[in-house]
Nanobody
Framework: QVQLVESGGGLVQPGGSLRLSCAASGFTFSIYAMSWYRQAPGKERELVATIAWSGSSTNYADSVKGRFTISRDNAKNTVYLQMNSLKPEDTAVYYC????????????WGQGTQVTVSS
């Protein structure tokens, strides 16, 4: 079955960095775009970044442009989110997402990893 397992979250001071990883299995990872979303307490889940299947194209939310970088390693079935210059408003649960469709289900989420930016 499809599994997306995020890791790398934690507590970091403002201005610090974290690298999130999402290990995928159960589908052909290398032919699907992948995305990172986040959800802060009391807010809706929002799209943070997307990367094309080949890694040749990326898109970012305005709030993270220039600070976050999405990348992927198709040999390892893993997508990454490098987060630099972190701000308190980046505090959220970060989720990995694939638009892969199985027989009756389209779109799968990981369990999420908590990122807390605080001094």
């Amino acid at each position: 079955q499809v599994q997306l397992v995020e890791s790398g979250g934690g507590l970091v001071q403002p201005g610090g960095s974290l690298r999130l990883s999402c290990a995928a299995s159960g589908f052909t990872f290398s032919i699907y775009a992948m995305s990172w979303y986040r959800q802060a307490p009391g807010k809706e889940r929002e799209l943070v970044a997307t990367i094309a299947w080949s890694g040749s194209s990326t898109n970012y939310a305005d709030s993270v442009k220039g600070r976050f970088t999405i990348s992927r390693d198709n040999a390892k079935n893993t997508v990454y989110l490098q987060m630099n210059s972190l701000k308190p408003e980046d505090t959220a649960v970060y989720y990995c997402y694939t638009p892969y469709c199985a027989v009756r289900i389209c779109g799968y989420w990981g369990q999420g990893t908590q990122v807390t930016v605080s001094s």
